[in-house]
């Protein structure tokens, strides 16, 4: 069974979902870069930021409980 991992966010009327397979964090951190840089989509650069962020934390967490 392979391990899929979800980020989403709710802004307005929109629904951004993003998932991917570990160890493809950059690709996803390249298309929320693509996403914000479109000017025709409400995902921002902000947007962009909290979702590499939770990204960020969800990793580091995930290596606390490796060290264990």
Do not use: C, N
């Not at 391990?3 to 991917?20: A, E, H, M, N, T």
């Not at 690709?27 to 989509?41: G, K, N, R």
């Amino acid at each position: 069974m392979s391990v899929i991992r979800q980020l989403s966010l709710v802004k307005g009327g929109d629904r951004f979902v993003f998932r991917y397979p570990p160890g493809h964090e950059a690709e996803v951190i390249d298309a929320f870069a693509e996403l914000a840089d479109d000017q025709e989509s409400q995902f921002d650069w902000f947007d962009a930021a909290v979702l590499s962020y939770q990204m960020g934390r969800r990793l580091e967490t995930e290596l606390d409980q490796i060290a264990r």
